[in-house]
Structures are given as structure tokens and as C-alpha cells.
């Protein structure tokens, strides 16, 4: 496996696994996002690329596409391909206890777990920061948050809770949405954070505020 996250790896976000062979200049994985794909699990089946996955069938209560039915079964069966080396599961799905079965196979196959959360609101105060991705960090291997920063305040805090989390060893994905928060993408890797995301085309992007895959990388092999 690849995918061990125990430094920093960037993923292209993607819907279309034939975009791998332009990623792979630049990317360490894949995104693949099933919840935008018309017929993910069949694409996994055909997937021949170099590049390993992350699968992520994103929920539409946390700004994806995919609706709750059979969505985190999609997840589990997609955990078993060769080439899925990670899977994402939103942190309330598994607090709740939905994703279960994702995480049991998960553990079967030896693929790594990120526990995400997104506030496309705003951004809770530093302690809260701490304290959500602390609680990730108890169900996965990998606590990804990402918040929407609406002042250079809220990304000063994002960045320090990363450092933090980091420095007490968790391993944690962290980011701050749109065109405040923008700068994170590149900068919090130097704090700690563990994965990057990109779209290989910028008129995909799956989050606001992303850079392209190529001036993502750039940006953070600067600041290396």
C-alpha cells in the first residue's frame, strides 16, 4: 500500500477515472468521487491506472450528490478493489453508526479510513476545531476537516489546531473553503496537514476555492 498518509500525499478530486494519466504528473492519488460518476463501481472494475484511490461517495447533507440509499454499501463494495487503497466516510455517518460496515470492511481488506467533516457555513472557534478532529481521529486513520473561513482569523485558528493535532501525533487533512481560507490549501501542509485536494480541471472543482492540480502541487513543493 501507498496510501499510508504518514506525510503529505495530493489528491486529484475527480469524477472520471480516464483523467488519471493527465494527474499522474502531478498527483500522489486519486479522488475518486463516486457520487458525481454515472457508474462507479463498474469504473473501479475497469480502472487500470498507476495512481491508487481514494473513494469517496460524498453525502448530499454534506455537499455531495449522492442520496443515503445504498450509498455507503457502494462505499464498502468499492473498499475491496485493488486499487482503492483509502476511503472517505463523513464523521457523522460513522458517530451515528451508519457506516459500520464500511469501516468493518475497511479494517478486513486493510484500507485506510478518513474521517471527514465539512462546515460550509463558517468556522467553529479553535477548541471546537480541536475537539472535532480529535473525535475523527478515534474512528479513522486520517481526520480530514474542512471549514469555510470568513476571516484571516478563522484560518489562523484552523492552521493551529492542525499544528497542534499534528505535533501530539494525528495524522489530520485540514482546509479552509473559499477565497479567504484559499491560501490553507497550499500553506497547511507545512502545519501538518496530511492530504491535499485538486481538481485535474479547475472548471470541476468539487469544493470552493480549490487551485488546479498543477498549481496546487507547485504552490506546495514551494513551501516544502
Excluded at 498527483?27 to 491508487?52: K, S
Excluded at 474521517?115 to 480529535?134: I, K, M, Q, W
Aim: aromatic letters at 4%; one cysteine or more.
Amino acid at each position: 500500500m501507498t496510501l499510508a498518509f504518514d506525510s503529505f500525499s495530493l489528491a486529484a478530486s475527480t469524477a472520471d477515472l480516464d483523467d488519471e494519466p493527465e494527474a499522474r504528473a502531478h498527483a500522489d492519488c486519486l479522488e475518486f468521487r463516486m457520487d458525481l460518476a454515472d457508474e462507479p463501481l463498474p469504473a473501479l472494475e475497469r480502472y487500470d491506472g498507476v495512481l491508487p484511490i481514494l473513494a469517496t461517495n460524498r453525502a448530499m447533507w454534506e455537499g455531495g450528490e449522492a442520496t443515503d440509499a445504498g450509498r455507503l454499501e457502494a462505499l464498502a463494495e468499492a473498499a475491496r478493489f485493488d486499487a482503492v487503497e483509502a476511503v472517505d466516510v463523513e464523521l457523522e455517518a460513522i458517530l451515528e453508526g451508519d457506516a459500520d460496515g464500511v469501516l468493518e470492511v475497511a479494517d478486513e481488506v486493510g484500507v485506510v479510513v478518513v474521517a471527514s467533516s465539512h462546515d460550509f457555513e463558517g468556522a467553529p472557534p479553535r477548541p471546537e476545531l480541536v475537539r472535532t478532529l480529535t473525535e475523527a481521529g478515534k474512528y479513522a486513520d486520517v481526520a480530514k476537516l474542512a471549514v469555510t473561513a470568513q476571516t484571516t482569523a478563522d484560518t489562523l485558528a484552523l492552521l493551529s489546531a492542525t499544528e497542534q493535532l499534528t505535533a501530539h501525533g494525528d495524522r489530520v487533512a485540514t482546509m479552509a473553503m473559499g477565497e479567504v481560507g484559499r491560501h490553507t490549501r497550499a500553506v497547511a501542509p507545512v502545519y501538518g496537514s496530511k492530504i491535499g485536494y485538486a481538481p485535474v480541471d479547475p472548471a470541476n472543482a468539487t469544493a470552493p476555492g480549490q487551485y488546479d492540480l498543477e498549481t496546487l502541487a507547485e504552490l506546495v513543493t514551494n513551501l516544502e
